[in-house]
T-cell receptor, first 118, second 117 residues
Framework: EAGVAQSPRYKIIEKRQSVAFWCNPI?????LYWYQQILGQGPKLLIQ????????DSQLPKDRFSAERLKGVDSTLKIQPAKLEDSAVYLC????????????????FGDGTRLSIL | AQSVSQHNHHVILSEAASLELGCNYS??????LFWYVQYPGQHLQLLLK??????LVKGIKGFEAEFIKSKFSFNLRKPSVQWSDTAEYFC???????????????FGKGTKLSVKP
């Protein structure tokens, strides 16, 4: 099966500019996640979607970050305006959710977008 | 607060040495536990997962992990490492239940493993 697709792979912008990332999950996966991974740390969840609805965005800095999944498939994550501390790798993941008798299924990750803020 | 602690930041081993990477978690209720691996230049990949039942879980490439509920631990082991195991290893936990944010992964900071040929 095709994996999680993300673009672009790399992005360099200046602070206060805006940037957008795109993610296409594995076909049939209803649950989609965006994570931020700062150098030297593990990924941190930004937002979780179930189909086109937001399940958890408690850690999303909503004053500058926004995300959408309008048709329940592809998703975009936007930062506007970017700050220096937003330099990180942004990971998209998808899963088939929770199955009775099998629990929460593993998340499959894309290659990520490495964002550098100058 | 929910969290995952990985004890070692960087581990350096020679080929054929045995490996054990520590992982402790803090999470109320039932849990699902995961180890992910990230090889240089590649995306995060699942090594193994604990859902329920036998606390000794076997994964890909000869890795295994043991869930010790009383110690809130899920340590990763491999009896004999190879140069190709050089990578970063992440322990992660989700809730075991259905719905809401139960499926959200909480990651440790990762352990970088370097295997010398």
């Amino acid at each position: 099966e095709a994996g999680v697709a993300q673009s672009p792979r790399y992005k360099i912008i200046e602070k206060r500019q805006s940037v957008a990332f795109w993610c296409n999950p594995i076909s049939g996966h209803a649950t989609l996640y965006w994570y931020q991974q700062i150098l030297g740390q593990g990924p941190k969840l930004l937002i979780q979607f179930q189909n086109n609805g937001v399940v958890d965005d408690s850690q999303l800095p909503k004053d500058r970050f926004s995300a959408e999944r309008l048709k329940g498939v592809d998703s975009t994550l936007k930062i506007q305006p970017a700050k220096l501390e937003d330099s990180a790798v942004y990971l998209c993941a998808s899963s088939s959710g929770w199955w009775a008798g099998r629990g929460n299924q593993p998340q499959h990750f894309g290659d990520g977008t490495r964002l550098s803020i100058l | 607060a929910q969290s995952v602690s990985q004890h070692n930041h960087h581990v350096i081993l020679s080929e054929a040495a045995s490996l054990e990477l520590g992982c402790n978690y803090s999470y109320g209720g039932t849990v699902n536990l995961f180890w992910y691996v990230q090889y240089p230049g590649q995306h995060l990949q699942l090594l193994l997962k604990y859902f329920s039942g036998d606390p000794l879980v076997k994964g890909i490439k000869g890795f295994e992990a043991e869930f010790i509920k009383s110690k809130f631990s899920f340590n990763l082991r491999k009896p004999s490492v190879q140069w190709s195991d050089t990578a970063e290893y992440f322990c992660a936990v989700t809730g075991g239940g259905y719905g809401g944010s139960q499926g959200n992964l909480i990651f440790g900071k990762g352990t970088k493993l370097s295997v010398k040929p």
